[in-house]
């Protein structure tokens, strides 16, 4: 059977997404008995316990299809960020949501800007619709929000923007982006299909914690009615393997990638967890000191080995092993047992990004890497 004719156009060049090696994956390979895995910017604190508790209880009814609007959880959501229900959606994670809304916004023909270290998800979603992304380069590291606003063409539907950016770690204050939110709401006035300004918001509890002007972008909502909030519970909630992910927008928008969402897309047990791990403030509070200490004393490591970093407002760090390619950095990491990240898809060839792990992990690491890195 020749297939060729058969797969999408957009199907058939498409890249598919090269997620971090498991530990599994890596144990196999490699033969190792311990592995630590600092590749995905999980939080190694775990799931809070309450979390655990509600998933059982909600094992139990596993017989039971899920609520297909995941009634209870966006009700929690609603609660915690101040908005009403119809202004919020649950996903499969967030990257859920960010294909969601290519399907449900993007034909042919149509673009969306993005900055050139972007996530790159953002790029995929674009790719699998046939949508033509416009790249603009970032500016001292990070998104360039004003070249990005000049960027919007008439066919531009969405214009993304990662705050904090993975891999970068670096960010957007209010200032900058309640400026391009200025500049778009004006171009929309005079546009027969408006721009949505979508903010992804994966890293929001450190980057709140760690950033004082970190922007309120469900605040910002009120004056912007093209702003879409996106946010996960698979960072500092430490629920990364439950995928679910939310986001709020304006009504209007959240109905149309409703009709779009797959009937039954969150699981019972994922629905439980998050509402549960979303009561647990106490367990936030952990997770945001621990990577706040961690990260000081990394980053003070890596500045005595010489190496530069940019400055992170996420659980995750990206590293200049330069003149070395990352991509080696990365192997001879991996064949110590220690799981990264190399940056080669992101335009990085000479960086490696790195989560912050729990204290002897993250010991480990800077043991390796100095090795590694020896004249
Ligand atoms: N956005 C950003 C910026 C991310 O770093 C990630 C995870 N790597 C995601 C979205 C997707 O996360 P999830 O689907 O687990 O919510």
Same mark, same amino acid.
């Given at each position: 059977?020749?297939?060729?004719n058969l797969?999408?156009?957009?199907?058939?060049?498409?890249?598919?997404?090269?997620?971090g090696r498991s530990i599994a994956s890596v144990k196999r390979e490699r033969n190792l008995s311990k592995i630590i895995k600092l590749a995905s910017n999980e939080n190694p604190l775990g799931p809070s316990p309450r979390a655990l508790a509600a998933m059982a209880r909600a094992g139990k009814k596993l017989f039971l299809y899920p609520d297909g609007p995941s009634t209870a959880l966006r009700g929690a959501i609603a609660r915690y !960020?101040? #908005? !009403?229900?119809?202004? #919020?959606?649950?996903?499969?994670?967030?990257?859920?949501?960010?294909? /969601? /809304?290519?399907?449900?916004f993007l034909n042919p023909g149509d673009s969306i800007v993005v900055s050139n270290h972007a996530f790159i998800r953002y790029r995929m979603a674009a790719d699998l619709m046939g949508a033509e992304v416009i790249t603009v380069p970032m500016r001292c590291d990070t998104h360039d929000l004003t070249a990005m606003g000049k960027a919007i063409r008439d066919n531009t539907k969405l214009l993304f923007i990662a705050n904090p950016n993975n891999p970068t770690g670096t960010h957007n204050p209010t200032s900058e982006?309640? @400026?391009l939110l200025k500049q778009v709401k004006t171009a929309n006035e005079r546009r027969i299909i408006p721009v949505l300004v979508i903010v992804d918001e994966a890293y929001y509890e450190?980057?709140?914690a760690f950033s004082p002007d970190y922007p309120d972008t469900i605040v910002l909502q009120k004056?912007?009615?093209?702003?879409?909030?996106?946010?996960?519970?698979?960072?500092? %909630?430490?629920l990364a393997g439950l995928r679910v992910g939310y986001g709020i927008a304006d009504p209007a928008v959240i109905a149309a990638l409703d009709r779009v969402r797959p009937p039954f897309n969150v699981s019972a047990v994922a629905q439980a967890g998050a509402e549960a791990s979303l009561q647990d403030t106490s367990r936030i509070k952990k997770? #945001?000191? %621990?990577?706040?200490? @961690?990260?000081?004393? #990394?980053?003070?490591? /890596? @500045?005595?080995l010489g190496l530069k970093t940019l400055p992170s407002i996420g659980n995750f760090v990206l590293i200049d092993v330069s003149p070395r390619k990352g991509k080696d950095v990365f192997e001879s990491l991996m064949s110590r047992g220690i799981i990264v990240r190399s940056m080669d898809e992101y335009g990085f060839p000479e960086r490696i990004r790195v989560t912050y792990g729990l204290s002897a992990e993250n010991r480990q690491f800077m043991r390796a890497l100095k090795e590694i890195l020896k004249p």
């Open positions: 059977m020749d297939t060729s797969i999408r156009p957009q199907v058939r060049g498409f890249e598919p997404y090269l997620p !960020t101040k #908005v !009403t229900p119809e202004r #919020v959606i649950i996903g499969a994670g967030s990257d859920e949501l960010i294909e /969601l /809304l290519g399907k449900t982006l309640a @400026e450190y980057a709140k004056e912007f009615v093209n702003l879409v909030t996106l946010r996960t519970f698979s960072k500092a %909630h430490a997770a #945001v000191s %621990h990577a706040a200490k @961690e990260s000081k004393i #990394v980053n003070a490591e /890596l @500045e005595r």
